[in-house]
């Protein structure tokens, strides 16, 4: 999956596997991977991976 545009863009990937959700981006311009991995279980309904993927992002300095 690419997402974003610019300096913005994200390559990664999406799965699952009953009662688990997995989302897997890089981001070039900040040259950061990072992977989630959920039971599905445990997170509330309606929860997106990507807002955990932002969640984390937001805690990584642009200029790490």
Same mark, same amino acid.
């Not at 959700?21 to 311009?29: E, F, K, V, W």
């Not at 991995?37 to 990584?60: F, H, K, S």
């Given at each position: 999956?690419i997402?974003?545009?610019? *300096? $913005?863009? !994200? @390559?990664?990937?999406?799965g =699952?596997? /009953?009662?688990? &959700?997995?989302?897997? $981006? @890089?981001? /070039?311009? !900040?040259?950061?991977?990072? #992977?989630? $991995?959920?039971?599905? *279980? $445990?997170? /509330? !309904?309606? #929860? !997106? =991976?990507? *807002?955990? #993927? %932002?969640? &984390? &992002?937001? &805690?990584? /300095? %642009?200029? @790490?």
């Amino acid at each position: 999956i690419i997402s974003g545009s610019g *300096d $913005q863009v !994200r @390559y990664g990937h999406s799965g =699952l596997m /009953p009662g688990f &959700l997995s989302l897997m $981006q @890089y981001i /070039p311009r !900040r040259q950061i991977a990072f #992977a989630i $991995q959920v039971n599905t *279980d $445990q997170i /509330p !309904r309606g #929860a !997106r =991976l990507n *807002d955990y #993927a %932002e969640a &984390l &992002l937001a &805690l990584v /300095p %642009e200029d @790490y």
